[in-house]
């Protein structure tokens, strides 16, 4: 159980495209989703935290105009990169918290690789 | 705020050994502990997680961490290491108090050599 699905798992395309990335919860229902940014050889970085039916919570240095967040339904979240410039390649991850309990693990998609030309 | 130290870049071990992963802590109220597994170009897979009880908490894999409240550690181990098991690992922290943020630790590279 548990199982977070995210597409694309790899995305090549030209400077200047937006990209939009989803995230489902496959067999549970998550009120809170997160997307993070990992570096090459680094630890994941907190982009935003994802509500459903709200606006999305925005880490410092995160631009919410660049970064498009949508949590339409308790199972779906998507992420766009409007827009997106060489310096955005990175791979992308989200995540889904089961539950609303903080005592609940978060488990996570198998990432999106985006790479921009 | 919380925080999570994983002192080593990266673990070392021959085949069949033990294989120890180290981690320390920093939370607000009481510790919600968890380790997870990164292999290239994957997500994280969730191994194993500490939120009360017994110390000692059995995970996936044959993997097992020791909570432990005085050193505020919470380290990874495995009795014998299977090469199978060279990937990234993280460790990672969530208090019961303050915000709500899931805080992880930089990552332990684990080289098991045949």
């Known amino acids: 159980g548990a199982v977070v699905s995210q597409h694309p798992s790899r995305v090549i395309c030209k400077s200047g495209t937006s990209v939009k990335i989803e995230c489902r919860s496959l067999?549970?229902?998550?009120?809170?989703m997160f997307w993070y940014r990992q570096f090459p050889k680094q630890s994941l970085m907190l982009m935003a935290t994802?509500?459903?039916?709200?606006?999305?919570?925005?880490e410092q240095g995160v631009e919410k105009d660049k970064f498009l967040i949508n949590h339409a339904s308790l199972t779906l979240s998507t992420l766009t990169v409007t827009s997106a410039h060489p310096e955005d390649s990175s791979f992308y991850i989200c995540?889904?918290?089961?539950?609303?309990?903080?005592?609940?693990?978060?488990?996570f998609g198998d990432g999106t690789r985006l790479s921009i030309l | 705020a919380q925080s999570v130290a994983q002192p080593e870049d990266q673990v070392n071990v021959a085949e069949g050994n033990p294989l120890t992963v180290k981690c320390t802590y920093s939370?607000?109220?009481?510790?919600?502990l968890f380790w997870y597994v990164q292999y290239p170009n994957r997500g994280l897979q969730f191994l194993l997680k500490?939120?009360?009880?017994?110390?000692l908490v059995k995970g996936s894999y044959g993997f097992e961490a020791e909570f432990n409240k005085s050193q505020t550690s919470f380290h990874l181990k495995k009795p014998s290491a299977l090469v199978s098991d060279s990937a990234l690992y993280f460790c990672?922290?969530?208090?019961?108090?303050?915000?709500?943020?899931?805080?992880f630790g930089k990552g332990n590279q684990v080289v098991v050599i045949p």
């Open positions: 067999d549970f229902q998550a009120t809170t």
């Open positions: 994802s509500n459903e039916g709200s606006k999305a919570t925005y």
């Open positions: 500490y939120i009360t009880g017994d110390n």
């Open positions: 995540s889904a918290r089961q539950g609303g309990e903080s005592n609940q693990p978060q488990h």
């Open positions: 939370v607000s109220g009481n510790p919600y």
């Open positions: 990672a922290v969530r208090g019961s108090e303050g915000n709500n943020r899931l805080a």
